[in-house]
C-alpha cells in the first residue's frame, strides 16, 4: 500500500465528509450495514422533519410544479435536499464532491430573482440537480475517482482549470434554473458495474447495505434511492445509468449517442466513439426524465456541442398510445441463451408481461442476432487502446486499479489495437447494427397493428443486487451493452424486490452453461432479499420521446 | 506494367465502350482535345434531336413534372438520356459502367404502370439517376476504379453478391420511381482529386478537354455538366462533390454525416468513422439537390441505414429568407493564409459578394481557425490505418496506385496508427468542431439580424481546372476539408469562368508562402481558359434544407 496515495485519498475523503454541517451529521456510532440493512423510507425519514419529508419526497415535476410558481422558496427546497443527501452519504458513502453553500446562495439568488416578479427563470427553476462525478461544475474539483486527479484538471497540474470549468449539460441546466448541490460517486475509470474508488470506498445498496448500489453511476443511483436528489445525471457506456437504476429502484434514461450534450465532461478513453458514452437522466420518476431532456433541448444543445444532433423535443412522440386505436406490441427478451436471469428477474419479466396483456396490449417473443456478439463488441470496442488510458491516470497517483477494473484491462497497459483493425471492428459494428435493424423491422408481420415492435422489454441485469466483489463479474453478463451497440435509448423502470419467500432457488434448474451454473450455483435469496429488481425498455434510436412516454404508463400501470 | 492486370482494365473498358449502341456511336476519328477543348453545349447537340435536347437540358425537377404527369414517356426520357450519356462518355472517358438496356426496360415498366391510372410511382417517377461507381445497383459490376475488382464483390469472387446486390440509397431512389442508367467514374482508391484510373484513364473536362474535371466525383460531374444525366450520386471524404462539381459549372452537395443512406456503398477505409465519408446529390439545377434530398428523406432511411437521423425534410427551414425580415449576413472566407486564391477564383468572390450586397444583404469577413488544421487533421484521419485497405486492393491485381495516390500513400502500406492515437486524434477533431462552433457563434456580435452568420461563402478550388497531374496536388490546399471536418452541408454553385483576358497574372502578386508562389507561378491564363468557377455556400450541421434554399435563390440572382 502506498502511503502517498492512500493518505491522499484519505484526506479528500475527510475532506468531504467535513463540508456536512455538523447539525446533519447522524448520531455516532453509525449502525452497521448487518445491523441496519435498508436505510431507505421510514429509516432515513427520522432524521428529517416532515416539511423536509414532503419536500424531497415530491419528484422533480411536482417540485419545480412548486418552485416556479413560488409555493416552495428555491431555498426551502434545496436546503431539504441538501441535509437529506448529506444523510444518504453518511449511510451509504453515495457522494464525491458537496458544495451545499453555493447551492444554498444560487438557491437564494433565484428566490430573489422570483421576488422581482420577473418569473422563473426557466423550467427548472430551484430544482435540486446532482451529477456523477464527471462533470465539472464551477468551484468545485471532479475527479472521476482517481485520487492522481486530486488538486489537478483531469490529472494535470496547473492548468487553471481547476474548479474553474463547466460541462455544457451543466451550463444548460443552470440557464434553466437547476441548482447543482453536490456530486456523486463512481468507481474510478468509470469502467466498473462495482461503485468502489480508493477515495471514498464502496457506495453501499440502501435497501440493503451488504450489497453493491451497482455501476457506474452507482453513487447518483443510491442518492436518488434515498431521495437525496430528485434529479440526477448519470453516464452510460454499457449499462452505467441501467444498471444501477434497476439495483435502486429508480428511473434511468440512456439516450441516443448526440441528443443530449456530454462536452466537457470527464470521462475514460474519451476519443473512444465506436461504442462512445452518454449521458442521461436519472430520477424517482419517468416524468422527471422527460422534463430534463425536454428543458435541456430547449436550450438547443446542437449549437454549443458539435456531437448533438439537431432535434427537439417532439411532443407528438412523446405518447404511449398510437393515434390510431391500434394494440402496442412489446418484445419480450427472456435471455442472452448464455446466463439466464435468476428467479427474481423472471418473477419481474413476468409479471410485467401479463401486465401489457391485461391491459390489451400484445406481447411477442424478441430474437434478435446475437446479445452475447453485441456485449463481445462493446468490450473490444473499450479496450481498443490497450488500457492505455486508464493505467496512464490510474499511475499518476500509483493506485492499482479496483477488482472489475484489473479484470477487464489487466494491471498494465498492452498493446493497442492498430489503426485498420480499430476500423475493422467499426465495420463489425455497423454490420450488427444493420442485422439488428433488419430484425426489428421484420416483426411488422408478427404484430397486430402491423408496425415493427414498439418497444422491447428487457432485464437489466439477470441477477438482483448482489456482494460487492463476488466471485464474478455481474456486471459483464450481456444484458445491457446491446443497447449502447445499437445506439437505442433505454428507459429503467423499477418493478419488484427480491422476495426470499417467493423467488426461492430453483433445484431443478438445468444450466445453459457452465457460467450459468455458476450465477444460478451463486443466487441467495438470504442475502439478495430486498434488493430492487428493475426493468427496461428499449425504443428506436433518437425516440427518447416515446420510451418516456411508455415508461410514464407503466409507472401507473405499477403505481 | 503487368501484362495481366493491364490487359484486364483494356478489356474491362472495351466491354463498357461496347455496351454503347451503335447508332449512338461517334463518326471516328473522334476529333483530339487539342483539336476540339469545349464539347458542351453547341458541340455535343449537334448529335442529338431537337426533341432529345429539349429533353437532356430540362432540370430534375422540370422532368419529373413531365414524366409523373405523363406529359412525357420515361422510356423518352430515359433513352434520350441514355443517348446523351453516351455521347458524353466518348467524348470524356466519364462512364465506368452503362446499363441502358436495363434502364430503358425500367422505364417501359413505369410507363405501363402509369397508363393503368395508378399515378407516378413516387416523386422521381421516370427520372433518370447517375451514380458514382461506389453504388451498387442489381445487374451491374461495381469496380470503384480498381482492376482486382473486376468479377468480384469489392474484391473478393464467389460471394453471390456479384452483380446482385443494391445499395441502400440506390433501393430507395428506385422504389420513388428514379431509373438509374449508368455509373460514373472516380479515381481508384476514391481518394484522389483526379478522376483516373487503369480502367478508364482521366474523365477530361469537358469545357477544356486537356484539363482535368476534378475528382473523386469527377466522372458524375462531367456527365451531369454534358447534361447526360439531370441528377447523380457522388460522395465527399475531403472535397469529393464540390471539387468537381466548381470545375464543372453543375450544382453538388456535400450532407452532414447521417443526412442521407451510405449503406451497401462500396468505400475505402470504410470503418474510417473520424472524418467519414458521406454521398450527396450533383446536378445542373439547385431545386434538383432539394428533390432528391426531400424525395430520400419521404423514405424514412433512418429505418433501413442505422447511420441515418431522424430528421425529416423540414420545410420550414427550406427557405432563403428569415421571416423577420433581417438581413441575411453571409461570412466571406478569402485565404487559408498558405495559399491564396488565384485571379478567377478571386473574380468569382469578389461578384458574389458584391451580388450579396447588391441585394440588400451583408457580408463579412470569416476568420475561423485554421482551416489548415482542418486538412491535417482530416489527411491524418485518412491514412490512420496506414494505407492498408488500399494497398490490399491495389494488391489484388498488383496494379501500381495513380500519382496522387502514391503522393498520400507511397507505394506499400506502413505501420497503421495505434489505437490510442487513432482516439487522441478523434478528440482533437472534436477539440477543433467546438473551436468552429465557437468562432462561428460569436459572430451574432457582428450582424445586424444578431442571429450568427447564416452561411459561409468559400472557394472549393483555389486554382481553376487545372492539368491532370500537374506538379502541384491541387486537390490537397485546403478549401475544401474543413466542410467535412465540420461536418456542415456545403453546396457548390456555379459562378463564373476562366477568362484568359480578364484573369491576368498578376505580376505584383506577393507570395505568402514557398507554395503559394508555385501555385500562382503554376497558373497560366491560356492553359485554365474556359475552365468553370463554382463557389460553395456551407450552412450549420444538418441544416440542408437551408444551405439549397440558399443556392437556389444564388441561382436565381445569378441566372
Given at each position: 500500500m502506498n502511503a502517498t496515495w492512500s493518505a491522499r485519498a484519505k484526506k479528500?475523503?475527510?475532506?468531504?465528509?467535513?463540508?456536512?454541517?455538523?447539525?446533519?451529521?447522524?448520531?455516532?456510532?453509525?449502525?452497521?450495514?448487518?445491523?441496519?440493512?435498508?436505510?431507505?423510507?421510514?429509516?432515513?425519514?427520522?432524521?428529517?422533519?416532515?416539511?423536509?419529508?414532503?419536500?424531497?419526497?415530491?419528484?422533480?415535476v411536482g417540485i419545480v410544479e412548486r418552485t416556479r410558481t413560488g409555493k416552495w422558496t428555491a431555498t426551502e427546497v434545496v436546503t431539504a435536499f441538501c441535509h437529506r443527501a448529506a444523510l444518504a452519504h453518511q449511510l451509504t458513502n453515495c457522494l464525491l464532491e458537496i458544495f451545499f453553500?453555493?447551492?444554498?446562495?444560487?438557491?437564494?439568488?433565484?428566490?430573489?430573482?422570483?421576488?422581482?416578479?420577473?418569473?422563473?427563470?426557466?423550467?427548472?427553476?430551484?430544482?435540486?440537480?446532482?451529477?456523477?462525478d464527471q462533470f465539472?461544475?464551477?468551484?468545485?474539483?471532479?475527479?472521476?475517482?482517481?485520487?492522481?486527479?486530486?488538486?489537478?484538471?483531469?490529472?494535470?497540474?496547473?492548468?487553471?482549470?481547476?474548479?474553474?470549468?463547466?460541462?455544457?449539460?451543466?451550463?444548460?441546466?443552470?440557464?434553466?434554473?437547476?441548482?447543482?448541490?453536490?456530486?456523486?460517486?463512481?468507481?474510478?475509470t468509470v469502467m466498473s458495474g462495482v461503485t468502489w474508488n480508493h477515495i471514498t470506498g464502496h457506495t453501499l445498496n440502501p435497501f440493503n447495505r451488504l450489497l453493491t448500489c451497482g455501476g457506474s453511476s452507482g453513487g447518483e443511483a443510491a442518492l436518488i434511492a434515498l431521495r437525496?436528489?430528485?434529479?440526477?445525471?448519470?453516464?452510460?457506456?454499457?449499462?452505467?445509468?441501467?444498471?444501477?437504476?434497476?439495483?435502486?429502484?429508480?428511473?434511468?434514461?440512456?439516450?441516443?449517442?448526440?441528443?443530449?450534450?456530454?462536452?466537457?465532461?470527464?470521462?475514460?478513453?474519451?476519443?473512444?466513439?465506436?461504442?462512445?458514452?452518454?449521458?442521461?437522466?436519472?430520477?424517482?420518476?419517468?416524468?422527471?426524465?422527460?422534463?430534463?431532456?425536454?428543458?435541456?433541448?430547449?436550450?438547443?444543445?446542437?449549437?454549443?456541442?458539435?456531437?448533438?444532433?439537431?432535434?427537439?423535443?417532439?411532443?407528438?412522440?412523446?405518447t404511449s398510445l398510437p393515434s390510431d386505436g391500434t394494440r402496442l406490441t412489446f418484445g419480450l427478451y427472456k435471455t442472452t441463451g448464455e446466463v439466464t436471469p435468476l428467479p427474481p428477474v423472471q418473477r419481474a419479466l413476468a409479471f410485467v408481461a401479463d401486465l401489457i396483456r391485461k391491459k390489451g396490449h400484445d406481447v411477442i417473443e424478441w430474437n434478435p442476432p446475437s446479445h452475447l456478439e453485441a456485449t463481445a463488441l462493446a468490450l473490444e470496442a473499450f479496450k481498443a487502446d490497450g488500457g492505455v488510458d486508464i493505467h496512464y491516470n490510474l499511475g499518476l497517483a500509483g493506485e492499482p486499479p479496483q477488482d472489475r477494473v484489473e479484470g477487464n484491462y489487466g494491471i498494465r497497459a498492452t498493446t493497442p489495437k492498430p489503426g485498420n483493425e480499430v476500423f475493422d471492428l467499426v465495420l463489425r459494428h455497423k454490420r450488427y447494427q444493420k442485422?439488428?435493424?433488419?430484425?426489428?423491422?421484420?416483426?411488422?408481420?408478427?404484430?397486430?397493428?402491423?408496425?415493427?415492435?414498439?418497444?422491447?422489454?428487457?432485464?437489466?441485469?439477470?441477477?438482483?443486487?448482489?456482494?460487492?466483489?463476488?466471485?464474478?463479474?455481474?456486471?459483464?453478463?450481456?444484458?445491457?451493452?446491446?443497447?449502447?451497440?445499437?445506439?437505442?435509448?433505454?428507459?429503467?423502470?423499477?418493478?419488484?424486490?427480491?422476495?426470499?419467500?417467493?423467488?426461492?432457488?430453483d433445484e431443478t434448474y438445468q444450466p445453459l452453461t457452465e457460467l450459468d451454473g455458476k450465477i444460478w450455483e451463486e443466487y441467495d435469496p438470504e442475502v439478495s432479499h430486498g434488493g430492487p429488481v428493475g426493468l427496461q425498455l428499449v425504443g428506436r434510436r433518437f425516440q427518447e420521446e416515446?420510451?418516456?412516454?411508455?415508461?410514464?404508463?407503466?409507472?401507473e400501470w405499477l403505481a
Open positions: 479528500k475523503r475527510e475532506e468531504v465528509l467535513g463540508l456536512i454541517p455538523p447539525k446533519w451529521r447522524l448520531p455516532r456510532p453509525l449502525p452497521s450495514p448487518e445491523s441496519q440493512k435498508d436505510v431507505t423510507a421510514d429509516y432515513i425519514r427520522q432524521f428529517l422533519s416532515e416539511r423536509e419529508i414532503d419536500i424531497t419526497e415530491t419528484d422533480a453553500d453555493q447551492a444554498i446562495m444560487e438557491a437564494e439568488r433565484l428566490d430573489a430573482n422570483l421576488a422581482t416578479g420577473k418569473g422563473p427563470v426557466g423550467p427548472l427553476h430551484g430544482l435540486p440537480i446532482s451529477f456523477k465539472h461544475v464551477r468551484g468545485v474539483e471532479t475527479t472521476m475517482g482517481y485520487v492522481g486527479w486530486i488538486d489537478t484538471f483531469e490529472g494535470v497540474k496547473g492548468t487553471r482549470k481547476e474548479r474553474n470549468v463547466e460541462s455544457e449539460l451543466v451550463r444548460e441546466v443552470c440557464m434553466l434554473g437547476a441548482v447543482p448541490f453536490c456530486k456523486s460517486n463512481l468507481p474510478h437525496g436528489s430528485p434529479l440526477g445525471v448519470g453516464t452510460d457506456i454499457g449499462g452505467s445509468i441501467r444498471y444501477p437504476s434497476a439495483f435502486n429502484e429508480i428511473y434511468g434514461l440512456r439516450p441516443s449517442y448526440g441528443r443530449l450534450p456530454y462536452l466537457g465532461a470527464a470521462n475514460s478513453m474519451p476519443g473512444q466513439n465506436i461504442v462512445p458514452s452518454v449521458c442521461g437522466p436519472m430520477a424517482t420518476s419517468a416524468r422527471a426524465l422527460r422534463l430534463l431532456v425536454e428543458a435541456t433541448l430547449s436550450q438547443e444543445p446542437w449549437l454549443h456541442d458539435p456531437a448533438v444532433v439537431e432535434i427537439p423535443w417532439r411532443r407528438e412522440l412523446a442485422q439488428y435493424m433488419d430484425y426489428w423491422n421484420s416483426t411488422a408481420k408478427l404484430t397486430s397493428s402491423g408496425r415493427p415492435v414498439d418497444a422491447i422489454l428487457s432485464p437489466v441485469s439477470p441477477v438482483p443486487p448482489h456482494l460487492f466483489f463476488a466471485t464474478t463479474d455481474y456486471g459483464k453478463l450481456g444484458y445491457t451493452p446491446w443497447v449502447n451497440v445499437i445506439d437505442s435509448p433505454g428507459v429503467v423502470f423499477p418493478v419488484t424486490r427480491v422476495d426470499k419467500n417467493i423467488d426461492k432457488v416515446k420510451v418516456i412516454a411508455l415508461a410514464e404508463m407503466f409507472q
